[in-house]
């Protein structure tokens, strides 16, 4: 009877170290599990001024996977962040959100601005906008602060600096370029296929 009930016993420790193994794994496998479903395609980018000066802009953009029923997953954009080096007295300026940025530009020392498309529904749903403009304006308050301003507000001189389709070089091609220069972005935003709505925003009043 003492031999059953040891065997019991020892049993039942084993069952339940194996029960907290079981939810120790999961602790670390469900984390790597999510991860596994997103992807993060970073790189640094030469960008040209206005005022004809050229600067450095790094950027990183975040992808979930989703499945359409097509021939495999495919992804979907969630957000970006970048950060901006301007010479002084600006510095570095960044920037994050649900949306992917075109332009970024500065008219003076406290006078910088910061243009994006509109990439999902989610930002479609958190920037609502007027008619079927696809960008949102910012201006910088300092502080790593933006606050939204009309796409109207936006000075003449700055235009659309950045590289648009980011998704057909780092997703449909998987290309592993870690420095997009002017000639390889030129290469890519000309492409035809763009629509020409996400190249430049309109100049009229909201």
């Known amino acids: 009877m003492n031999i059953y ?18 939810a120790l794994c999961s602790v670390f ?16 980018e030469e960008v040209r001024l206005h005022t004809g000066q050229v600067i450095t802009v790094d950027r990183s953009e975040t992808f979930r996977m989703v499945y359409s029923g097509g021939p495999g997953p495919g992804w979907l954009f969630q957000s970006e962040r970048i950060t901006a080096h301007f010479p002084p ?24 601005y910061l243009v994006a498309n509109i990439a999902n529904l989610a930002g479609a749903k958190e920037y609502p906008r007027p008619g079927d403009i696809p960008q949102v304006a910012f201006k ?13 507000e936006v000075p003449g001189q700055i235009h659309r600096n950045l590289l648009v389709d980011t998704y057909d070089l780092f997703i449909q091609n998987h290309s592993k370029v870690n420095y997009v220069g002017f000639d390889l972005k ?12 996400l190249l430049d925003w309109p100049r009229q009043k909201d």
């Open 29 to 44: 496998i469900a984390p790597l599990a999510a991860c596994s479903n997103m992807k993060t395609v970073s790189w640094r």
């Open 186 to 197: 030129e290469k890519i935003d000309s492409d035809p296929r763009i629509s020409k709505d």
């Open 5 to 22: 009930v040891q065997k019991l016993a020892r049993s039942r420790r084993g069952f339940r170290w194996l029960a907290q193994l079981l």
């Open 89 to 112: 007295p600006i510095g570095d300026v960044t920037w994050s959100g649900i949306l992917t940025p075109i332009a970024i530009d500065a008219t003076s020392a406290d006078q910088l």
């Open 140 to 152: 910088y308050l300092g502080h790593a602060n933006w606050q939204r301003i009309p796409i109207s």
